[in-house]
């Protein structure tokens, strides 16, 4: 990427929609809207002081909702340009209130609230489409509980756990365990601030507080006569402050005691063909989840030498050049198993484990397994807005919803001089989808020169 961004060919429009394109293959005009960053790209420097003082916290969906930015950040470390962006829907300066504390903190001067859009002409001899792909929704599989059962995870969820700047700092620790954690962090919170307040009725009687509730629960403390006026006027108010503690204090032991046993997952199950090579859904098979979840499968072994994988799939499809090698591989060095069946469903037991219960497809018969964290491979969809790509391009989409393109011209669409590829085009997996973006990249250039010929003659 830094490669791209520092190319002197090659324009970056970052943050950035087209909104309509206009004429013909090597005669484009582009109209492009360039958002409101709230952010000077020419002056900021990419330190992120903006985003260490900034109050407010929304979750992360880079992370997939497993951890928490600020309203002005950066979509990921490496993006390229470096460069900060402000959350129009939760900044407080851009919601009406009070803050602009990360204008202050920046020493560049590179906030500017009173941006706005602009808009860009741009003449374009060819047009290449490379949207991406969005993740199935595995919601809708109701028998796999991913909205219920905390430690039910898809595949891109525990990619961010893996990663050294992911969300649990590339440790396997189980969200069911890190919402304990969580818990405890809050309650520990207000224990503390509940603390202070009983100190100072402490201080001021010189009785210590389970004593004096001790008391008041008895009777003793409210029968006696010689109780001090200033004791009679805070008897009730720090009877209350005692209570409202115990009932942090309590379930705060209770969690302590439960979070005791926590350790990273070590037993994990992939499930194969979430939502593709289904009739439901997606009946194509997506290609490259099987090779996701050994990579997967493999580096959590790399992490944690006592971690076990079991891969439940149909078959694993293996079809690239050296991945039949890497899934033995996998098995043999990785302590990776793999399992001919289907899963039917999942429930939990009483420590949130996930338990599977699914059909031996070799035996015949249906078994039940316990792990510490299951995960789904889920299939490749088209991104939610090709509809509307395709309507401003004017091309057409397929009966899967992926950009339609000519069999035997298979990057062309049914516009000349607009190309497809990548997982725009069908799902695949990098080395294809690089190897196909070369192949719309001289698709382009072809376009391109063959206009320039025909003005030339």
């Not at 129009?88 to 300066?93: A, G, L, N």
Request: charged share 30%; with cysteine; proline share 4%.
């Amino acid at each position: 990427m830094l490669d791209v961004g520092r190319h002197p060919n090659i324009t970056l429009l970052a943050y950035s929609e087209l909104e309509k394109i206009e004429g013909e293959a090597g005669n484009f005009t582009a109209i492009v809207r360039r958002k409101a960053r709230f952010v000077e790209e020419d002056k900021c420097t990419g330190c992120g002081a903006c985003a260490e003082v900034c109050p407010t916290s929304v979750l992360d969906l880079y992370n997939e909702g497993h951890a928490e930015r600020k309203a002005i950040y950066s979509w990921f470390a490496q993006g390229i340009p470096s460069t900060h962006v402000i959350d129009p829907d939760h900044c407080r300066v851009l919601t009406g209130k009070k803050c602009g504390i990360c204008q202050k903190k920046c020493e560049a001067g590179a906030i500017n609230f009173d941006q706005k859009d602009s808009i860009l002409e741009l003449m374009v001899g060819a047009v290449i489409v490379a949207t991406g792909y969005d993740v199935f929704d595995p919601a809708k599989l109701p028998e796999y509980r991913y909205t219920q059962l905390d430690n039910v995870i898809t595949a891109m969820e525990f990619e961010r756990f893996l990663s050294a700047s992911g969300p649990t700092e590339g440790h396997l620790y189980r969200p069911s365990d890190r919402k304990v954690t969580a818990q405890i962090t809050v309650l520990e919170k207000k224990v503390k601030k509940s603390q202070k307040a009983l100190d100072r009725f402490e201080k001021n009687h010189g009785i210590k507080s389970d004593d004096f509730y001790t008391a008041c629960k008895e009777g003793s403390l409210n029968s006696s006569e010689d109780l001090e006026k200033d004791l009679i006027k805070d008897r009730d108010k720090w009877f209350k402050k005692y209570e409202a503690h115990l009932e942090n204090t309590n379930p705060l032991e209770v969690l302590k005691e439960k979070a005791k046993g926590f350790t990273t997952a070590k037993n994990l199950a992939f499930i194969q063909c979430v939502g593709s090579r289904d009739l439901r859904f997606y009946p194509f098979c997506s290609g490259y989840c099987c090779m996701h979840s050994i990579k997967e499968a493999i580096i959590a072994h790399e992490h944690d030498n006592d971690t076990h994988s079991v891969i439940f799939g149909m078959d694993i499809r293996a079809v690239g050049k050296g991945f039949e090698e890497y899934k033995v591989r996998g098995g043999n060095n990785s302590n990776i198993s793999y399992k001919r069946s289907r899963v039917a469903e999942i429930t939990k037991n009483a420590d949130e484990s996930p338990v599977l219960i699914y059909e031996d497809t070799l035996e015949q018969k249906v078994k039940k397994q316990i792990f510490d964290l299951v995960v789904l491979a889920t299939a490749c969809a088209p991104v939610k807005s090709t509809q509307k790509i395709a309507d401003t391009l004017s091309i057409d989409v397929d009966a899967y919803g992926f950009f339609k393109t000519q069999p035997a011209n298979p990057l062309d669409t049914s516009r000349d001089g607009i190309f497809v590829c990548g997982c725009a085009h069908s799902p695949m997996d990098i080395p294809e989808s690089v190897a196909q973006a070369s192949s719309a990249a001289a698709r382009a250039v072809q376009a391109v020169m063959k206009k320039n010929d025909k003005k030339a003659s």
